[in-house]
C-alpha cells in the first residue's frame, strides 16, 4: 500500500513539476518585460558636511566634508535601489589620535521608499549597507561592512533635474576598537535618464 501511495506522489510530482517551472518561469518573464518598460534611472551627486559621534568625537574628530556620487534604479513607483561610492572627511585639530586627515570612503548599496509626495515634492527615507574604509595618516583600515539611514526630499527644479536636501547616519568599524559613527547633512542634484 506505502509503495502505491509513492508511486502516486511520484507521478504526480513527475508530472506537476515540469508544468509549476513552465509556469513560474513565464510569470517572471512576463514581469520582466512589463518592469523593464516601467525602470526609471537617475544620478545623483551630493555634497555636506560630517558630524562625529561617540567614538569619533571622543578621539578629537570634528565636522568635516562630506562627497559622494550615486547610480538610482526606479523599478516602482515609490521604491527605488541605489548604488554609489562616498567619502567621509573629518578635522582632527589639536589632541586628536586618529592622525592627519582622517576619513571614511566605500561603497553604499540600499533602497530609498518615497513616503510622501507634498505637491512636487518628494520625501523619502532610506537604508542600506556601507563597505568602508577608515584612513588618516597613521594608517589604513580593511574594509568593514556597516549600515546608512536617511532621510530627505526630492524636489524639482527643473524638468528632470531635482534638488536633493538629505540628512544621514552612518555606522561602521575601523577595525580596531574605534566605531565611525557619524550624521551627515547634504545637499545633492538628482537627474532622471529616463
Known amino acids: 500500500m506505502t509503495t502505491r501511495l509513492q508511486t502516486i506522489r511520484t507521478r504526480t510530482m513527475t508530472r506537476w513539476l515540469p508544468a509549476s517551472a513552465i509556469l513560474a518561469f513565464s510569470a517572471l518573464w512576463i514581469f520582466a518585460a512589463e518592469a523593464q518598460a516601467q525602470v526609471g534611472i537617475g544620478v545623483e551627486a551630493r555634497a555636506g558636511a560630517t558630524f562625529p559621534q561617540g567614538d ?95 532621510v530627505g526630499a526630492d524636489m524639482p527644479i527643473g524638468a528632470r533635474l531635482y534638488l536633493v536636501p538629505n540628512i544621514g547616519f552612518i555606522s561602521h568599524s575601523t577595525g580596531n576598537s574605534v566605531k565611525a559613527n557619524f550624521f551627515t547633512l547634504g545637499l545633492g542634484a538628482h537627474v532622471h535618464l529616463r
Open 56 to 150: 569619533l568625537s571622543d578621539a578629537g574628530a570634528e565636522a568635516g566634508l562630506s562627497f559622494g556620487a550615486e547610480l538610482h534604479v526606479n523599478f516602482q513607483r515609490n521604491l527605488t535601489a541605489y548604488a554609489g561610492f562616498h567619502r567621509h572627511a573629518f578635522n582632527c585639530d589639536d589632541g586628536c589620535t586618529l592622525g592627519d586627515d582622517p576619513r571614511s570612503t566605500g561603497v553604499a548599496a540600499g533602497l530609498k521608499y518615497i513616503i510622501h509626495a507634498p505637491g512636487d515634492a518628494l520625501a523619502w527615507a532610506r537604508g542600506g549597507v556601507v563597505a568602508n574604509t577608515f584612513e588618516s595618516s597613521l594608517g589604513s583600515s580593511d574594509r568593514e561592512i556597516g549600515f546608512e539611514l536617511g
